[in-house]
């Protein structure tokens, strides 16, 4: 479970010429992102979640760079993970049943990642502005 940043198609294009020309500035630079992401969607799940009785928190974890093999695309990712495998339920909600099959309530869904990245869109946005002016100066 996770949620990506898909940028403009002109950032994507602009990305796609400056990673053949600085491959590890473009991984730094997506790295640093994913970070800022994954800070970001900690801070929203404190602010959201008023009841901390697990470790959902501490599962808040930002996934390696990599590159779409169809179109190159880079991406990175946060995700749930260990200890708190149980992220999408709170991400999407979900249904508590009992023992013995009778529904006892429904948990909202609290759509952390999806509100982390919605927040994070601008930031990124300018931040790749930035990345591409900086490369384009080192190409000048």
């Given at each position: 479970?996770?949620?990506?940043?898909?940028?403009?198609?002109?950032?994507?294009?602009?990305?796609?010429?400056?990673?053949?020309?600085?491959?590890?500035?473009?991984?730094?630079?997506?790295?640093?992102?994913?970070?800022?992401?994954?800070?970001?969607?900690?801070?929203?799940?404190?602010?959201?979640?008023?009841q901390h009785t697990g470790n959902f928190v501490k599962g808040i974890k930002r996934g390696k760079?990599?590159?779409y093999s169809g179109n190159g695309a880079d991406a990175i990712r946060v995700y749930s993970g260990?200890?708190?495998?149980?992220?999408?339920?709170?991400?999407?909600?979900?249904?508590?049943?009992?023992?013995?099959?009778?529904?006892?309530?429904?948990?909202?869904?609290?759509?952390?990642?999806?509100?982390?990245?919605?927040?994070?869109?601008?930031?990124?946005?300018?931040?790749?502005?930035?990345?591409?002016?900086?490369?384009?100066?080192?190409?000048?």
């Amino acid at each position: 479970m996770g949620f990506e940043i898909s940028g403009l198609d002109e950032m994507t294009e602009a990305l796609k010429q400056i990673q053949d020309a600085y491959p590890q500035e473009v991984k730094k630079f997506m790295q640093s992102e994913g970070t800022k992401l994954k800070n970001r969607t900690v801070k929203t799940a404190k602010s959201s979640i008023k009841q901390h009785t697990g470790n959902f928190v501490k599962g808040i974890k930002r996934g390696k760079y990599y590159k779409y093999s169809g179109n190159g695309a880079d991406a990175i990712r946060v995700y749930s993970g260990k200890p708190a495998h149980h992220g999408h339920l709170l991400e999407y909600g979900h249904e508590l049943i009992s023992h013995n099959g009778k529904h006892i309530g429904t948990v909202k869904a609290y759509h952390i990642f999806k509100t982390a990245a919605d927040e994070f869109e601008s930031t990124y946005e300018s931040d790749s502005e930035k990345f591409a002016d900086k490369i384009a100066d080192k190409l000048n």
